[in-house]
């Protein structure tokens, strides 16, 4: 079966301090994966993505996620957080066995909060 | 970027009355679009998954006649929810496939049913 666990329902970090918000996955076949922050009463936003190629993945404001097949998994990170990083992050994955459909598997969710 | 805009973003309603939610692509057409559900704090569940112009594939334990969806252009998806009761109070979210197999939220819309 298809699964993502994020196995913490929070992170607390203090401004400054690097963040490492952790994601592990179970798929058939190659998965893609995916990275989303949501803001309270807000749709989910796109942070990066892993295909193929390097596993460590850069994307938007300062986040990147490593790819480590070997442990199936794909943490989030972050040299140096911000307050503004506090939010809700979903990790996801599409296996490519799915077919054409795009459906995406979420964890549960982990709850950033950073403290100043 | 790819932009995907939901309509309305909140709505208060009586039990037993329905509620149209539109999911728009607005700068790329989306043959596949995908309509979740959200409980406070959760994760998404994802309800169903919007094809143009065909039926939609629902997920198991989704009720296709409580949760209607019709995609009739490469742009728009809709969710009706009939007969609304309070149980189905949620906060409910869209999708749609864009360029480089990323998916794009709307920004959600939150249904209260008294």
């Known amino acids: 079966a298809q699964s993502v666990a994020q196995p913490e329902d929070q992170v607390n970090v203090a401004e400054g301090n690097p963040l490492t918000v952790k994601c592990t996955y179970s798929?058939?076949?190659?998965?893609?994966l995916f990275w989303y922050v949501q803001y309270p009463n807000r749709g989910l936003q796109f942070l990066l993505k892993y295909i193929t190629g390097d596993n460590l993945v850069k994307g938007s404001y300062g986040f990147e996620a490593e790819f480590n097949k070997s442990q199936t998994s794909f943490h989030l990170k972050k040299p140096s957080a911000l307050v503004s990083d506090s939010a809700l992050y979903f990790c996801?994955?599409?296996?490519?066995?799915?077919?054409?459909?795009?459906?995406?598997?979420f964890g549960q969710g982990t709850t950033l909060q950073v403290k100043p | 970027g790819a932009v995907v805009s939901q309509h309305p973003s909140r709505v208060i309603c009586k039990s037993g009355t329905s509620v149209k939610i539109e999911c728009r692509s607005l700068?790329?057409?989306?043959?596949?679009m995908f309509w979740y559900r959200q409980f406070p704090k959760q994760s998404l569940m994802l309800m169903a998954t919007?094809?143009?112009?065909?039926?939609?594939?629902?997920e198991q334990g989704v009720e296709k006649d409580k949760f209607l969806i019709n995609h009739a252009s490469l742009t728009l998806s809709t969710l009706t929810v009939t007969s609304a009761h309070p149980e189905d109070s949620s906060f409910y979210i869209c999708?749609?496939?864009?360029?480089?197999?990323?998916?794009?939220f709307g920004a959600g819309t939150r249904l209260s049913v008294l």
């Open positions: 700068d790329f057409q989306a043959t596949t």
């Open positions: 798929v058939s076949g190659n998965p893609y």
């Open positions: 996801a994955v599409r296996a490519t066995s799915s077919g054409n459909t795009g459906k995406l598997i």
């Open positions: 919007s094809n143009e112009g065909s039926k939609a594939t629902y």
């Open positions: 999708s749609a496939n864009g360029a480089k197999n990323i998916q794009y």
